[in-house]
């Protein structure tokens, strides 16, 4: 008979061996096969002792929330698939409220991962209020290991060794992550049969989705933004405000990117991708010649992204707009604080203190600040209050964040009208940036 065990990542199997698939014959298998192995086995009538899980289950899962029609469907794709899959859904489309429907329907030991350890005081805290049980979190000073608990990324990964075999769902909010190698550990070292990944925007190449298919399962179900803006979502604008350079500031841009663009042209080496700067960024370690282009083109990048004439706009734009409650995102911490001293407005970074920041977004709540400015601390999975207008002062090409940023002010409520507006230093390159972004 064969026994099966967990060990530090690995599935083993004490006794025998089996062959699955194309795969020779072995007696060992990463752990995020346990499923497919029990299959095997019981489908080969192969005498097995499971002996791997070691989880504790919880008490009873049941709360008063209701599902939404899609989320509603969004769960039975889930479950048709096996109790395995991801979901994508605008920010605040209730991806939350999805996932906590989808414990209480197994009832089992669940491990939910996230990016940020603001985001495990945020789960912990709905979960809590949810299933009126303590909650067990990892990370940022927390170690507490309960039959539900929430972990940082990094402590998942970290202790994917320890922790792989106590839990039977795992829960990857913000799934994209696990793209990252040092992330990828914990879908492959942890045995749980059921998983469900969560994200606003899911992007990958035909590799990166391969992988998310063998490790959480493929995309189950999927909505955009104007699916549901109207009904579940607030009505929306995007506004893209092409704003030119002073004339000492355009020359100066110039300048700089020209010299870039001419060190491309000498070397013949053509930028289509993230991979092709990355080469170009490592080849500038070894070659000053591409040192300085690269230089140049980050001085010129730095006056696009962060021009004079954009903070004018804002300026004018946050006068004819006294009342809304407004979210100001940039690139570089360097603009928001210089935003923030200029224009009397609060400010949340990384290096925010916990405290100070819950205290900003409770101030914005209840009205008493009408304002923020961030960088990328918003970006992702922070419940920010209710909020109708954002502007982009700059960002990256990257259409996920472009997304997120465009979901913060998308909660709905009566009569609510969200604008987004895009600030773009126009014949500059950020026209670019603005279109990949924009391309979905």
């Not at 060990?7 to 698939?21: P, T, W």
């Not at 070659?287 to 230089?295: K, Q």
């Not at 205290?359 to 920010?384: A, P």
Request: hydrophobic share 35%; charged share 25%; with cysteine.
């Amino acid at each position: 008979m064969i026994t099966l065990r967990y060990r530090r990542g690995r599935l083993v199997l004490e006794g025998g061996h089996i062959s699955m698939g194309s795969l020779e014959q072995a007696d060992e298998y990463s752990a995020h096969m346990y499923r497919d192995v029990v299959r095997h086995l019981e489908a080969t009538a192969t005498p097995y002792k499971d002996e791997a899980l070691r989880d504790e289950a919880p008490p009873p899962l049941e709360s008063s929330l209701r599902l939404r029609d899609y989320q509603s469907e969004a769960l039975a794709r889930w479950r048709t698939g096996g109790g395995r899959g991801i979901v994508v859904l605008p920010t605040g489309a209730g991806k939350t409220i999805l996932a906590i429907k989808a414990m209480e329907e197994l009832g089992c030991s669940t491990l939910i991962v996230v990016p940020t350890i603001v985001l495990v005081d945020q789960w912990r805290g709905v979960l809590e209020d949810a299933f009126k049980q303590p909650i067990g979190a990892l990370g940022g000073g927390h170690d507490e290991v309960r039959p539900l608990t929430v972990a940082t990324y990094d402590s998942a990964s970290l202790r994917a060794g320890s922790l792989g075999d106590m839990f039977r769902l795992i829960v990857f909010d913000e799934v994209h992550h696990l793209a990252a190698p040092t992330y990828r550990v914990i879908a492959e070292g942890y045995l749980a049969p059921h998983r469900l990944g969560l994200t606003a925007t899911l992007q990958a190449d035909e590799a990166t989705r391969e992988l998310y298919s063998q490790l959480v399962g493929d995309v189950v179900y999927s909505l955009d933004p104007e699916q549901l803006a109207g009904t579940h979502l607030a009505d929306y604008a995007v506004k893209t405000v092409n704003l030119p350079l002073t004339p000492q500031k355009k020359a100066q841009y110039d300048r700089d990117y020209q010299t870039y663009r001419g060190f491309l042209r000498s070397r013949n080496i053509r930028i289509r991708g993230s991979q092709d700067y990355l080469r170009f960024v490592k080849r500038s370690a070894r070659d000053p010649e591409a040192r300085r282009a690269l230089t140049a083109r980050n001085r010129a990048m730095d006056i696009a992204l962060n021009s004079g004439t954009k903070i004018a706009y804002l300026r004018s734009l946050l006068r004819a707009n006294p009342e809304e409650k407004t979210l100001i995102f940039t690139s570089h911490n360097r603009l928001v604080y210089r935003l923030s001293r200029e224009l009397l407005i609060p400010a949340i970074t990384h290096v925010t203190p916990r405290e100070e920041r819950e205290q900003i977004l409770g101030r914005f709540m209840d009205g008493t600040y009408r304002r923020i400015v961030t960088s990328r601390v918003l970006d992702e999975g922070v419940d920010v209050p209710d909020a109708s207008m954002a502007v982009i002062i700059s960002g990256s090409g990257s259409s996920r964040q472009f997304i997120q940023r465009l979901g913060r002010i998308l909660r709905k409520r009566p009569g609510k009208q969200a604008v987004l507006y895009e600030l773009v230093s126009a014949d500059t390159a950020e026209t670019h940036i603005s279109q990949r972004r924009r391309r979905r």
